[in-house]
């Protein structure tokens, strides 16, 4: 099946600053990507849908400064966490669908991006 | 709308046995319906997922599960566990108008499977 990867895996950065997170489609065109967050021990809270060349579509609740969403080419998408306080530590999961060669993929998930603001 | 109802946070079986995870949904249009895994600080793995047609759907590992639309159940099953299929459980819903991309979660069910 198709391969969606995360970079980096985990990360601690310090209250008020950024950090940004990588999410690519290896062997397929993500023409749609989704960013999710985890909470320790509970379920996917879909954050935003971002669509290759446009603007990403915010779930309700979700601040679009704060986390922003960028989906510049049809193999990457990233999610900037800006001025990050401790209340963002989560695990970030991304998903990717497209297509390639005629055939449309399912949503495939990243392998999760495990964020720690201290 | 839509939602996902799992029974059972915690779920407990002996290596062997059968295992059963609950999921009723709530959905105001036909739903695509999906099972994942998720093993510790890892993404989620599709097990199987019904979009139309025959109702029982047979996914990896040995899982399957039947999608009851006069009970809204997609319950998963596999005949008998192994101690690898201990993980977390998530059963998902998602509009068929949206190409099953809109996807909502259940809260997910940990199966803990004994040697």
């Known amino acids: 099946g198709a391969v969606v990867s995360q970079h980096p895996s985990w990360v601690i950065c310090k209250s008020g600053t950024s950090v940004k997170i990588e999410c690519r489609s290896l062997d397929f065109q993500a023409t749609t990507m989704f960013w999710y967050r985890q909470f320790p021990k509970q379920s996917l809270m879909l954050m935003a849908t971002s669509n290759e060349g446009s603007k990403a579509t915010y779930e309700q609740g979700v601040e679009k400064d704060k986390f922003l969403i960028n989906h510049a080419s049809l193999t990457l998408s990233t999610l900037t966490v800006t001025s990050a306080h401790p209340e963002d530590s989560s695990f970030y999961i991304c998903?990717?669908?497209?297509?390639?060669?005629?055939?449309?993929?399912?949503?495939?998930f990243g392998p999760g991006t495990r964020l720690t603001v201290t | 709308a839509q939602s996902v109802t799992q029974l059972g946070s915690h779920v407990s079986v002996s290596e062997g046995a059968l295992v059963l995870l609950r999921c009723n949904y709530s959905s105001s249009v036909p739903p695509y319906l999906f099972w994942y895994v998720q093993y510790p600080n890892q993404g989620l793995q599709l097990l199987l997922k019904?979009?139309?047609?025959?109702?029982l759907v047979k996914g990896i590992n040995g899982f399957e599960a039947e999608f009851k639309k006069s009970e809204t159940s997609f319950h998963l099953t596999k005949p008998s566990a192994h101690m690898s299929d201990a993980a977390e459980y998530f059963c998902?819903?998602?509009?068929?108008?949206?190409?099953?991309?809109?996807?909502?979660f259940g809260a997910g069910t940990r199966l803990f499977v004994k040697a």
């Open positions: 998903s990717a669908t497209g297509t390639s060669g005629g055939l449309t993929y399912e949503q495939y």
């Open positions: 019904y979009t139309t047609g025959a109702t």
């Open positions: 998902a819903v998602s509009p068929a108008n949206t190409g099953g991309f809109k996807t909502i």
